[in-house]
T-cell receptor
Framework: SAVISQKPSRDICQRGTSLTIQCQVDSQVTMMFWYRQQPGQSLTLIATANQGSEATYESGFVIDKFPISRPNLTFSTLTVSNMSPEDSSIYLC??????????FGNGTRLTVT | ELKVEQNPLFLSMQEGKNYTIYCDYSTTSDRLYWYRQDPGKSLESLFVLLSNGAVKQEGRLMASLDTKARLSTLHITAAVHDLSATYFCAVDISQGAQKLVFGQGTRLTINP
């Protein structure tokens, strides 16, 4: 099964700044996704990170706010831009192969002050 | 709008008892996943259900999928304290491309 390393594990950021979260997988995977989870809540899909092309965003999420890169089959980044306190959340990277369990990183706990 | 609804959302039970968590969903899908999350931790995959009638068992947990009823169940047998966690079901809405929509989660507490 894929092992996913995500960093930073947590950060405290000021309003108006940006933070880039990195996700590294120890093997080549077809699918990579970014989720957001408010403490005590469920997971909401932000976008699908497509290798070599623009990410596919879910309703309510836009590229200007959450730019995503995926330069190869093992790495992706998510940037949270122009942050506000409402962006405080846990951001999770996930990756996998079709019809196999989707594996998750340990998450990045972001606090915006 | 796709809905994935778990029932109950909170469950407190005694060790040794049996119980079932239900996951209803509102779209056509034959792929459903169950995950466990411990406080402050990431998600751990429990079961992958890939067809109608699929049943998987691991220890005291058993999951099943009825795609016609759009219902999955996670059954807990003779619960032990170590099973205390939040359990999520997630429906694949992309025919195997693993685009998942998660239920709200069921917070399970097992008391000695």
């Amino acid at each position: 099964s894929a092992v996913i390393s995500q960093k930073p594990s947590r950060d405290i950021c000021q309003r108006g700044t940006s933070l880039t979260i990195q996700c590294q997988v120890d093997s080549q995977v077809t699918m990579m996704f970014w989720y957001r989870q408010q403490p005590g809540q469920s997971l909401t899909l932000i976008a699908t990170a497509n290798q070599g092309s623009e990410a596919t965003y879910e309703s309510g999420f836009v590229i200007d706010k959450f730019p995503i890169s995926r330069p190869n089959l093992t790495f992706s980044t998510l940037t949270v831009s122009n942050m506000s306190p409402e962006d405080s959340s846990i951001y999770l990277c996930s990756a996998g192969l079709p019809n196999s369990p989707l594996h998750f990183g340990n998450g990045t706990r972001l606090t915006v002050t | 709008e796709l809905k994935v609804e778990q029932n109950p959302l909170f469950l407190s039970m005694q060790e040794g008892k049996n119980y079932t968590i239900y996951c209803d969903y509102s779209t056509t899908s034959d792929r459903l996943y169950w995950y466990r999350q411990d406080p402050g931790k990431s998600l751990e995959s429990l079961f992958v259900l890939l067809s109608n009638g699929a049943v998987k068992q691991e220890g005291r947990l058993m999951a099943s999928l009825d795609t016609k009823a759009r219902l999955s169940t996670l059954h807990i047998t003779a619960a032990v304290h170590d099973l205390s966690a939040t359990y999520f079901c997630a429906v694949d809405i992309s025919q195997g491309a693993q685009k998942l929509v998660f239920g709200q989660g069921t917070r399970l507490t097992i008391n000695p």
